[in-house]
């Protein structure tokens, strides 16, 4: 694992920030973290980074726990950084190389890579919130980190910058790099992540994957009746049904595999001598997951 959390937990007094968090990061993913504001998700990355203390439990970076070595491969930005305003792209990064005790041989090429060399001459107040948010993460990348870690890195930015920004993420883990990256917003993680995790009051409430088109969060349910037919035995014998509940109108609700469509399932039933006389579909999306999530959990 990349990063695990071992009952990681942070008081503000009386405010439990984050309350027993365990979290697993693997090697290799985007991972979100994704949750309303006030969730934890700012205090959880704090924890990690070395910059907020725990008020219990640990973390381990890379298998080796949580020492100085390990923070060097480490690229953040928790808030947008400070650059000097009048000084361009090029000096400011020459300023974060010699803070950050690294070599200035990778300025061109993390230029490069956030899409910046070709304004790498201009002042740094004349770049839009985009162009400076970019700017940070050449910054974060000037060291060659392993993972990147990024606290809302879209807040603030108009359609375009947000969608650039995304996209380098993007190119980012395609490098090979891990990200974490902390969001209240749902589609960023869905457009973005591979796997996530949801924050609901500092506690962490699930963790799963995203695949590509957001659709191994897609859950089919099927709502269906044949007549006042008992269909219990046929439907736990049908292996396209994952479970099923009977409704008190004597329908029954069938959780059924992601890529399942209702004529599969007709079909499916027919061949066991069932007539449908009634059928309907529901794809429960993402967001709708997320919110049921956040509900149970009340
Ligand atoms: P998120 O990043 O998900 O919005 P935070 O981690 O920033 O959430 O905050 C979690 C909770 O901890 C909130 O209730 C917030 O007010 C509180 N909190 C965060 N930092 C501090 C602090 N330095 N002092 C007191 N309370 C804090
Ligand atoms: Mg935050």
């Known amino acids: 694992m ?52 725990p008020s219990e439990g640990s973390f381990s970076w890379f298998g080796k726990g949580d020492d100085h070595h390990v923070r060097r491969e480490i690229g953040a930005i928790l808030e947008r950084p400070i650059f000097y305003p009048a000084f361009t792209a090029v000096q400011n990064l020459k300023v974060t ?92 993680v869905q457009k973005v992540c591979t796997e996530f995790c949801v924050l609901r009051s500092g506690k962490l409430i699930y963790q799963g994957p995203v695949s590509e088109t957001g659709e191994s969060l897609q859950r089919t349910t099927v709502d269906l009746a044949a007549g006042d037919q008992a269909l219990d035995e046929v439907l736990k014998r049908i292996d396209l049904v994952e479970s099923f509940t009977k409704m008190p109108d004597g329908h029954y609700r069938a959780e059924v595999a992601g890529e399942c469509t209702a004529a599969d399932l007709n079909k499916v039933l027919f061949d066991q001598g069932i007539v449908l006389s009634y059928l309907h579909t529901h794809r429960q999306s993402l967001e709708e997951k997320f919110l049921e999530i956040l509900k149970n959990q009340a």
């Open 2 to 53: 990349m990063l695990e959390t071992h009952n990681l937990s942070k008081n503000f007094g009386s405010i439990r920030a984050v309350q027993q968090m365990n979290l697993q990061i693997p090697e290799g993913s985007v991972f979100g973290i994704l949750g309303p504001n006030g969730s934890g998700k700012s205090t959880t990355l704090g924890m990690v980074l070395g910059v907020v203390t």
């Open 97 to 188: 190389a010699k803070i950050k005790g690294v070599g200035q041989e990778r300025i061109d090429e993390c230029l490069k890579l956030v899409g910046l060399f070709d304004r790498r001459h201009s002042k740094f107040k004349t770049y839009s919130l985009g162009m400076k948010q970019r700017l940070a993460i050449a910054a974060a990348m000037l060291p060659d980190p392993k993972v990147l870690i990024l606290d809302e890195p879209t807040n603030g930015l108009d359609p375009t910058g947000i969608a650039e920004i995304r996209e380098l993420i993007k190119d980012i883990a395609r490098g090979g790099k891990t990200i974490v990256l902390a969001s209240h917003l749902l589609d960023e």
